[in-house]
Each structure stands twice: as structure tokens, then as C-alpha cells.
């Protein structure tokens, strides 16, 4: 068991499972939050074997919208003082939006999956977050800066003002609070079988760089803001979207 705990939501696929990666590489024991078992259980195994330790990722499956379930997440930690929260989990998520009422629900939904459960899981591990010097990480989007998303755009901007709050709060108690707001990474599960080759080629076109993100792209910005290089660092929006958008 090592002395630095992470807890990262949506941990078993794409940029989650990448973040929980990199901070094993950084001597974290990580704890992995998601709904479906068997993706955070395999992406557990593989990080395991390439730390050459069994203690290295602990997996909890839980629904981050429901308060009980997130409770599970703080027995989980079993007392150890919290060094970083990176709250990764949420989505684009569709619906019918013909009526009032579809209307209604695709907002909760995605105000849910991104806003609640970010709140809920701060909420719950905030009492352990390590003092002085815990991380809290919000995991935005591009779309909170350009818009173009509708109601998923709307959930990752309000991250953005509850950081700022958030870090208003914490900073007195050396706790920082940052949000990574990436841009277009291909392989995750974001898209499922949305994207095409030309709307790839466009968001590639979008950027100054001229490719797209990945994975590790994003964990490398989190890596940062989780380590003590990072520590004077607090109420800030990082963008990692290869200049799709520019210093906003």
C-alpha cells in the first residue's frame, strides 16, 4: 500500500482509465469509481501487472447520481486520507426532445451524469481530502468554452462556476481545485458510433496541431495539476484541446 490515495471516476475506459494509469506511474494507489464492472475490473488487471502490484488499483462500482451508492466510495477508502479526486465521469447523453417533457428529461440527464455526480463524489470524500495538500479535478469539455453541445454543454460550463466556488472554499485549507477541459480525443468511448471519417477530419482541422487527442494527453494535464509542482495552482481551467480553442 502506498502513502498517496486517488479516486477517479469513470475509471475503466478512456481518459479515466488513462488518469488512473498515470497516477499509478506517480506512486498513487488509485481507487476506480464506475457503473459497469467489468471494464473497470479489466482496466484494474492491466494496471496492476504493469506496476507489478496487486494493491495498486482498488475497483468500486457505483452510480455516482445516487447518494447512496456514492457512500459506498468513502467506505471504500476505509479512512485513508484522500490526496486527489478526479471526478471524470458524465457523457453526451441523447434523448427524445420533441415534447416539454423529453426536454426535461435530457437536461436532468445530463446535468446529472456530469454535474451530480462530480458534487456528490467531492461531497462524500471531501471530510478525507488530505490537509494540507488535496487535489479536487473537474474533467469539463470544450463544448463548456464553444458551446455546440445544448445541454452537455451547459452541464461541463457549470463546472466551471462550481470550481471556482469550490476553490474559494478549499484554497484556505491548501486544498486546490482545477479543471481540465479537453478537446477532441479520439479513442474513447465518447462518440460510440457517432463520429464518422469526416466529422474525425473536421475536429482534427479544428486544431493547430493538426491531430487529434488522446488518453494520455489529458491524464498528462491531471498528472500536473495532481502533483506538488501544481500546489500554488488553484481555481484554474486548463484547456488541452490542441488549440481548437484558444486562452478561454
Not at 42 to 54: C, D, V
Not at 82 to 94: I, Q, T
Not at 155 to 174: C, M, R, S, V
Not at 235 to 241: D, E, F, M
Request: proline content about 4%; hydrophobic content about 45%; charged content about 20%.
Amino acid at each position: 500500500m502506498g502513502e498517496r490515495l486517488a479516486v477517479v471516476s469513470g475509471g475503466g475506459t478512456g481518459i479515466g482509465a488513462a488518469v488512473a494509469r498515470g497516477l499509478v506511474g506517480d506512486g498513487f494507489d488509485v481507487l476506480v469509481v464506475g457503473r459497469r464492472v467489468e471494464p473497470l475490473r479489466a482496466t484494474a488487471e492491466r494496471i496492476r501487472a504493469e506496476a507489478g502490484r496487486e494493491d495498486a488499483v482498488t475497483v468500486v462500482t457505483a452510480d455516482l447520481t445516487d447518494p447512496e451508492q456514492t457512500a459506498g466510495v468513502v467506505t471504500a477508502v476505509g479512512g485513508r486520507p484522500v490526496d486527489v479526486v478526479v471526478n471524470n465521469a458524465g457523457g453526451y447523453l441523447g434523448g427524445d426532445t420533441s415534447g416539454l417533457h423529453g426536454v426535461a428529461a435530457h437536461w436532468r440527464a445530463n446535468l446529472d451524469a456530469n454535474v451530480l455526480t462530480a458534487v456528490l463524489l467531492t461531497e462524500a470524500l471531501r471530510p478525507a481530502l488530505r490537509r494540507p495538500g488535496g487535489r479536487v479535478l473537474l474533467i469539463s469539455s470544450i463544448a463548456a468554452q464553444r458551446g455546440g453541445g445544448g445541454a452537455y454543454s451547459a452541464a461541463k460550463a457549470a463546472l466551471h462556476g462550481w470550481a471556482y466556488d469550490l476553490a474559494t472554499q478549499l484554497g484556505p485549507e491548501q486544498i486546490t481545485v482545477n479543471v481540465v477541459s479537453p478537446g477532441y480525443v479520439a479513442d474513447t468511448e465518447f462518440f460510440g458510433d457517432r463520429m464518422t471519417p469526416d466529422g474525425h477530419a473536421k475536429r482534427v482541422a479544428a486544431t493547430l496541431v493538426g491531430r487529434a487527442g488522446e488518453p494520455d494527453d489529458i491524464a498528462a494535464a491531471v498528472r500536473y495539476l495532481a502533483g506538488p509542482s501544481a500546489g500554488y495552482v488553484t481555481g484554474q481551467v486548463l484547456g488541452v484541446n490542441g488549440g481548437s480553442v484558444l486562452g478561454r
